[in-house]
């Protein structure tokens, strides 16, 4: 047999492969290896980080939903307010002590105002369950529907933080 100008000659008598056409297979399934997994890797957390941007989105309109359907206009105080069964805004599985989709969800309302309780700010993050392994970057979104990239991953939204463009 002739295999890339190397030479492989069988005795009639001889059944199944050399050690030497063994090996090349075996190096060759490690190189093969040795290329895919890493982006393999590398897929998997980019849609692990893109899911998490696209609930945090999902987080924000549910409190948006809550706020236009109470009588005295105000964010929620707690998740519980959002993820209802009577009044579901939202799935609660999202915040899942274990994560979703390689991410934790926290979700904190701003101060109530002294007038009437109202809350008018809130922020939601994302931060990976196990850094560079589920994500690399975490996310937060606020009252304001921008969302950003956590840089100094305190889990509130500020100006320090880039937003991220759709």
């Known amino acids: 047999m002739d295999l890339f100008g190397l030479s ?13 056409e063994i090996m090349i297979v075996i190096a060759i399934i ?40 109470q009588p005295v206009v105000t964010y929620p105080s707690v998740i519980a307010d959002l993820t209802d069964l009577n009044d ?11 994560g979703r989709r390689g991410y934790l969800f926290t979700f904190t ?23 560079n392994v589920t994500g690399n970057r975490w996310f937060v979104i606020d009252e304001t529907g ?5 840089l100094d991953a305190d889990g509130i939204a500020d100006a320090s933080d880039a937003a991220i463009q759709d």
Do not use: W
């Open 88 to 98: 579901q805004y939202i799935d609660a599985s999202v915040f899942d002590l274990n």
């Open 146 to 150: 921008v969302l950003r990239e956590d």
């Open 109 to 131: 309302a701003g101060p109530a105002a002294a007038v009437e309780g109202v809350i008018q700010t809130f922020d939601c993050a994302a931060r990976p369950i196990t850094a």
């Open 8 to 20: 492989f000659k069988h005795d009639s008598n001889q059944q199944g492969f050399s050690l030497v």
């Open 30 to 69: 490690a190189l093969l290896a040795a290329i895919s997994i890493p982006n393999m890797l590398r897929t998997k957390l980019n849609a692990n980080e893109q899911a998490a941007q696209t609930t945090l989105k999902e987080i924000s309109k549910a409190c948006e939903s809550y706020r236009i359907t």
